[in-house]
């Protein structure tokens, strides 16, 4: 899967937190995953948040290689989006989410062979009652399995053997990057793979997303919170606002006003 280009046949992406992100809207982003034939060697989709970001920088500089690896990276905050702004980029909002959604509903046919790494025997039965959805293979990993070489070899090897057009990896950042680069690094699978996090949880209602209106002026996080403070708390109280001093540091770097 080759990455889109501007109408002057420059790459349509900006670099930004020292990741390239492509600058698709959602419509972009389903037209070019849906249009990749079914038998095309293995590519990936990631969606960095700020908890991505600021694991990445702070934390986890092995994980680079997983996020770059991605033949698509779509900005999935509102909030990094504004601090591209303030940067001078333009950097279009595609929540992993409604990306998800999107393809479901609307490009993915009944007949499409599907795999779903993690999740539960719930949502792959909710997806083939609600979507029509015929052909789904499913693989639950045990919990903290990215700390095990050998688990995370056979999560690889359920996406390879699969044979899926489409791979939804729904075991979390960044267990699901890991083993996404794994699997393209094979060189024997085949489909696109989407690192989509809960998504599949929203879609099939097990969970649900803020209103619109919190969603446009960037406050889902908070909604998030509210719903599950004893879970969320350190991501969002503590951790998350780590993203302005990368941030400010990242542009004095490169010189930006």
Same mark, same amino acid.
């Given at each position: 899967m080759t990455r889109a280009s501007e109408g002057n046949g420059e790459p349509a992406g900006a670099e930004f937190l020292d990741l390239r992100f492509d600058r698709l809207d959602e419509a972009q982003a389903v037209a070019i995953i849906a249009a990749r034939p079914a038998g095309a060697p293995f590519a990936y989709v990631v969606t960095p948040n700020v908890d991505h970001l600021v694991r990445l920088h702070r934390r986890r500089s092995d994980l680079w290689p997983a996020y770059r $690896?991605?033949?698509l990276t779509l900005c999935d905050s509102r909030v990094l989006a504004a601090l591209a702004r303030w940067a001078g980029l333009c950097l279009p909002v595609v929540p992993g989410s409604d990306l998800t959604r999107q393809l479901v509903r609307h490009a993915i046919a009944p007949g499409d062979r599907i795999a779903i790494l993690g999740g539960g025997a719930s949502i792959?039965?909710?997806? #083939?009652a609600a979507? $029509?959805?015929a052909d789904i293979v499913h693989y639950d990993p045990p919990m903290g399995f990215v700390r095990d070489p050998a688990e995370v070899? #056979?999560?690889a090897e359920f996406l390879i053997g699969a044979r899926a057009r489409y791979s939804f990896l729904a075991v979390g950042s960044p267990q699901q990057e890991i083993v996404a680069r794994q699997v393209e690094l094979s060189g024997r699978a085949v489909g696109i793979g989407l690192c989509i996090g809960a998504s599949l949880d929203f879609l099939v209602g097990r969970q649900t997303r803020a209103? #619109?209106?919190m969603q446009a002026v960037g406050l889902e996080w908070l909604f998030r919170l509210l719903s599950s403070p004893r879970r969320l708390w350190r991501r969002y109280l503590v951790d998350g606002p780590a993203i302005f001093g990368l941030f400010t540091a990242w542009r004095r770097v490169r010189s930006l006003p």
């Amino acid at each position: 899967m080759t990455r889109a280009s501007e109408g002057n046949g420059e790459p349509a992406g900006a670099e930004f937190l020292d990741l390239r992100f492509d600058r698709l809207d959602e419509a972009q982003a389903v037209a070019i995953i849906a249009a990749r034939p079914a038998g095309a060697p293995f590519a990936y989709v990631v969606t960095p948040n700020v908890d991505h970001l600021v694991r990445l920088h702070r934390r986890r500089s092995d994980l680079w290689p997983a996020y770059r $690896g991605a033949s698509l990276t779509l900005c999935d905050s509102r909030v990094l989006a504004a601090l591209a702004r303030w940067a001078g980029l333009c950097l279009p909002v595609v929540p992993g989410s409604d990306l998800t959604r999107q393809l479901v509903r609307h490009a993915i046919a009944p007949g499409d062979r599907i795999a779903i790494l993690g999740g539960g025997a719930s949502i792959v039965e909710a997806l #083939r009652a609600a979507y $029509g959805l015929a052909d789904i293979v499913h693989y639950d990993p045990p919990m903290g399995f990215v700390r095990d070489p050998a688990e995370v070899a #056979r999560a690889a090897e359920f996406l390879i053997g699969a044979r899926a057009r489409y791979s939804f990896l729904a075991v979390g950042s960044p267990q699901q990057e890991i083993v996404a680069r794994q699997v393209e690094l094979s060189g024997r699978a085949v489909g696109i793979g989407l690192c989509i996090g809960a998504s599949l949880d929203f879609l099939v209602g097990r969970q649900t997303r803020a209103p #619109r209106l919190m969603q446009a002026v960037g406050l889902e996080w908070l909604f998030r919170l509210l719903s599950s403070p004893r879970r969320l708390w350190r991501r969002y109280l503590v951790d998350g606002p780590a993203i302005f001093g990368l941030f400010t540091a990242w542009r004095r770097v490169r010189s930006l006003p």
